[in-house]
């Protein structure tokens, strides 16, 4: 049952929706019925355009997400356990993380013009502070008792890193991770739908050009699963590695 | 130093002066040794630091009551290995400061190899810190620690319990036994080292749990596992059962007072519960501002009933002592 209820009301919304549309309610140069939404996905995935368009943005948005988060996680890190480089780099990271990242659009056009490396680089800063902030405050918060307990037990620093300081921050870098998916999917849409040749964004756009509203109503539900998909991922090994704590644990 | 003894405490100054006399008792046949204690327990001064085979003997002739605890601590079937006697303890002028406080104001102690003690004193009085500088975790602002004449490098024959258990929650129970033995190289060995300490504890087949789902009690058991597994020849125990429940802490006490006859290390207690530094020691010292002010033999039989006349004389004099100064 518990596994049904969570499809109901999608599931409602979209009766009403075709139902709407078949009455004439719902004009269908505004909102296209599902059905014709269905059927344009379809095409769309015969002539293998939907398949590459996916690859394109997939392959962007885990480059981005590779590199933003693997610096963030460093830096958070590092962060989090040497009060120096805290004090020297910490507030003017903070500065940085006010700027929405997106109002750098004109600057990164200028730099990168339209290339790979504009959308890599938009998302790659957009999933850096999540992941830097969380990960920073996981490691900020693990217990200090069982630091010092791992201490007076002879733990060799590497030791202590991988054996106490890491799985401690752990939970708090899963936030960070999840988050950061959400922005990068975000980032992702805007980036494309302002200056790409290929990928979700792009079909969207073109689309649009055409007056293919079925198409641009059908790029969104893609956005839409391929959200849910990485943030079930992130969830699945938020669960596998954080079986030792009951709040995790299936219920 | 301030030292106190108590009237009644004179019998037992033999111990104190002439461990010619304590190892010559060691050789008494175990049947002997068992039947001794039964019969005199005011002779068990004497008798008090036996084997710890002449113990299991005479602990299996304990009442009932006492049996149930130990089938859950089968402590005594395990022996011990035969490199791990007690360490000796020596403190000169140990001095120790916190900015412009002074903590500790230069402690003279011996402890004998073998021996349980227990410190008590009030909040404060500098039992806490000491017991850092014991396990090495703090350094003293003067003065010397030699643990078996060393002066340094004694940390890995020294083992602290502290006051809460302290187990990593993302490791199995028996990963966080093996976080004592982080010297030991072979996987295999250290996983049997690890059941073995389990087992000692009376948490056999607990292995495999997480530590959040164990109670106070058995989490404070793993932790004593942790600390005993690499058979430490100094024990340091810093209010290890303050939180538990007063059955369980019965029971814990009883474990601990098991394992320290069975294995024969050194044990040294911090406590503010003065029944229960009775219940445990052989010896009770009193801190107050970072000074012993009175060092109390307590040689009542083991293994001890609780409320006996003894030892209750012995905890009004020490709370004596403590409320004195209010």
């Known amino acids: ?251 | 130093m301030n030292v106190n003894i108590l009237d009644h405490a004179a019998d037992t100054v033999t111990r104190a002066t002439s461990p010619g006399a304590d190892t010559e008792t060691r050789a008494i046949p175990p049947g002997a040794d068992a039947v001794t204690r039964a019969s005199s327990p005011s002779s068990a001064a004497v008798t008090r630091t036996s084997s710890p085979d002449a113990d299991a003997v005479s602990r299996a002739s304990t009442s009932g009551a006492d049996a149930v605890t130990r089938a859950s601590s089968p402590g005594a079937a395990i022996a011990p290995p035969a490199s791990s006697p007690g360490a000796a303890v020596t403190l000169r002028g140990v001095t120790k400061s916190f900015a412009e406080h002074r903590v500790l104001h230069g402690i003279d102690l011996d402890i004998e190899a073998g021996t349980f003690v227990a410190i008590v004193g009030r909040s404060g009085c500098g039992k806490s810190t000491l017991l850092r500088l014991l396990s090495g975790l703090d350094q003293p602002t003067d003065g010397s620690i030699a643990v078996d004449r060393h002066t340094q490098g004694w940390q890995d024959i020294v083992r602290l319990m502290f006051q809460e258990p302290r187990l990593l929650p993302w490791q199995r129970v028996t990963n966080n036994v093996e976080v004592g033995l982080t010297h030991a190289r072979d996987k295999r060995d250290r996983r049997q080292q690890a059941e073995d300490a389990l087992a000692q504890v009376g948490l056999a087949g607990r292995g495999h749990n997480w530590p959040a789902v164990l109670s106070g009690g058995q989490k404070q058991r793993v932790a004593l596992a942790r600390a005993l597994v690499s058979h430490p020849r100094l024990l340091l125990l810093d209010e290890p059962l303050g939180a538990l429940d007063a059955l369980t802490r019965i029971e814990m006490q009883d474990l601990v007072a098991n394992v320290w006859q069975d294995k024969g290390f050194t044990a040294v207690v911090v406590t503010h519960d003065v029944s229960e530094a009775v219940a445990l020691a052989d010896r009770v010292l009193v801190l107050e501002d970072g000074r012993v002010a009175m060092d109390v033999p307590v040689d009542l039989p083991r293994t001890r009933r609780r409320g006996a006349a003894e030892a209750s004389e012995i905890e009004g004099a020490l709370l004596r002592r403590l409320l004195q100064r209010q």
């Open chain 1, 1 to 251: 049952m518990n596994r049904i209820l969570p499809w109901l009301v999608p599931l409602l919304v979209l009766l009403a929706w075709q139902a709407g549309s078949e009455f004439g309610v719902i004009q269908a140069n505004v909102l296209p019925a599902p059905s014709e939404v269905a059927r344009a996905g379809w095409h769309l995935a015969r002539s293998g355009e939907l398949w590459t368009n996916i690859e394109v943005s997939a392959a962007r948005a885990l480059l981005g997400f590779a590199i933003g988060g693997g610096i963030g996680f460093m830096l958070g890190m590092t962060n989090g356990l040497s009060s120096l480089s805290e004090t020297l780099t910490d507030s003017t990271l903070q500065m940085l993380r006010n700027i929405p990242h997106l109002a750098l659009i004109p600057l990164v056009i200028l730099w990168f013009g339209i290339d790979e490396q504009a959308k890599i680089f938009l998302v790659a800063l957009g999933v850096f502070f999540p992941i830097y902030v969380n990960t920073q405050h996981g490691v900020r918060s693990v217990d200090p008792h069982l630091l010092e307990m791992g201490r007076a037990y002879g733990m060799s620093e590497a030791a202590l890193f991988l054996r106490v300081v890491l799985p401690g921050a752990l939970p708090s870098i899963f936030v960070g991770v999840r988050y950061g998916l959400g922005i990068m999917w975000l980032t992702l849409i805007v980036a494309e739908t302002i200056s790409a040749s290929s990928g979700i964004g792009f079909m969207a756009m073109n689309a649009r050009e055409f007056m293919q509203v079925d198409v641009v109503v059908f790029s969104i539900l893609v956005y839409a699963a391929l959200g849910k998909l990485a943030d079930s991922i992130a969830r699945l090994l938020e669960r596998t590695t954080l079986a030792w704590n009951p709040v995790y644990a299936k219920a």
